[in-house]
């Protein structure tokens, strides 16, 4: 059964507006609680009809850009998330941050992303449609203030009209 919601308008077939609640592995005790206060509200936004389906997914905390068929399963999230902020003309960063590592012997130098604390992934069947935390032509877009444009059914960000190459 899907739901009705405000969200409804160009929705695609039966699919159903559904969330990710993205959380890394092997967190402090200390973010436990924002951590729970996002699933909740989560819970609270499918229980008002706003969402037909949410999951919460562990992931890594650096995520490797150069996979092999192993780990490229891994980063494809984070694939579908850039593509999405590339078609939107909107940043993922600063909360995903691009940036060159090593071994520890400090040998061979790979990039990674290293993935926010809490992210909130927005789908409408298999497209993304939004992802917070991103920055827009606003600033910044908090996983708060995510799910605050989600219970008001404006999920579109506000990009400066020109996609990112």
């Not at 509200?41 to 229980?47: I, W």
């Not at 037909?52 to 996979?67: I, N, S």
């Not at 409408?124 to 059914?153: M, S």
């Amino acid at each position: 059964m899907t739901i009705d919601h405000p969200l409804d308008g160009d929705r695609p077939g039966d699919a159903g507006l559904r969330v990710e609640v993205r959380v890394r592995d092997a967190v402090h005790p200390s973010a436990q609680e924002p951590i729970a206060d996002v699933r909740a509200r989560v819970d609270e936004l499918a229980r008002a009809g706003h969402l037909d389906d949410a999951e919460t997914v562990v992931w890594g905390r650096h995520l490797p850009l150069e996979t092999d068929g192993d780990t490229g399963a891994v980063l494809e999230p984070f694939r579908r998330f850039r593509a999405w902020a590339l078609r939107t003309g909107v940043d993922l960063e600063p909360a995903f941050r691009v940036h060159e590592t090593s071994t520890l012997g400090g040998e061979a130098a790979y990039s990674v992303v290293t993935v926010p604390l809490v992210c909130v992934a927005v789908y409408d069947g298999a497209d993304v449609r939004a992802v917070y935390p991103h920055a827009d032509a606003e600033g910044v877009v908090t996983v708060e203030r995510g799910l605050e444009r989600i219970a008001a059914g404006r999920l579109d960000a506000q990009t400066s009209g020109t996609p990112k190459q």
